[in-house]
């Protein structure tokens, strides 16, 4: 299963956008790139999830250049609320894709 | 939907004690997850289940047992508490065995 890295912290202020990057350079071709948000005190939630170039849901977005080497994921104009860890996991769109390996994620903290 | 259920929220035990943490999902997924969350830390995966009557070790299943009876519930069995078992549990449940799961709010628990 691909391994992934991602920094361990990140800082931003209210209504700024914040750009999480994963580095993933050995993703196998059935490889699929999800992100998951945790707050405190509750279980990871499942954010956004693509392939190739870009997704885009009421949460996030997710930029994968044409390599899929790396994902970046995108928070626009982040609130207090936003302050959570962020886990980008890498692995098959297919049975056994479950067994993907959460690291230690990068932990945003959003200030006022 | 009430979605993936954990019981209990919090839980103190001595060590060598037993116990049972409860799991339960009522949106008829086949695929689930028992993790653990240490501080700072990602969740390592238990035990997981690929259905009714059918589970499997994950990457840290020794002290923990786990059963399958019914598509709904998944517990997962501490057989003799040790300190190092101190941790986050989490159950997750997954309609297709990939990357999209489902956590439950998770279980803190203490073994002193």
């Known amino acids: 299963l691909a391994k992934t890295t991602q920094p361990i912290s990140m800082d931003s202020y209210e209504g700024q956008e914040v750009n999480i990057t994963c580095s993933h350079n050995?993703?196998?071709?059935?490889?699929?790139i999800t992100w998951y948000q945790q707050f405190p005190s509750q279980g990871p939630r499942f954010i956004i999830q693509g392939y190739k170039t870009k997704v885009t849901n009421e949460v996030a977005s997710l930029f994968i250049p044409a390599d899929r080497k790396s994902s970046t994921l995108s928070l626009p104009r982040v609130s207090l609320s936003d302050t959570a860890v962020y886990y980008c996991l890498v692995g098959p769109r297919t049975t056994g894709g479950f067994k993907t390996i959460f690291g230690a994620g990068t932990r945003l903290f959003v200030k006022a | 939907n009430a979605g993936v259920t954990q019981t209990p929220k919090f839980q103190v035990l001595k060590t060598g004690q037993s116990m049972t943490l409860q799991c339960a999902q009522d949106m008829n997924h086949e695929y689930m997850s028992w993790y653990r969350q240490d501080p700072g830390m990602g969740l390592r995966l238990i035990h997981y289940s690929v259905g009714a009557g059918i589970t499997d070790q994950g990457e840290v299943p020794n002290g923990y047992n786990v059963s399958r009876s019914t598509t709904e519930d998944f517990p997962l069995r501490l057989l003799s508490a040790a300190p190092s078992q101190t941790s986050v549990y989490f159950c997750?449940?997954?309609?297709?065995?990939?990357?999209?799961?489902?956590f439950g709010p998770g279980t803190r628990l203490t073994v002193l």
């Open positions: 050995n993703i196998a071709t059935n490889d699929y």
């Open positions: 997750a449940s997954s309609p297709h065995g990939d990357n999209e799961q489902f």
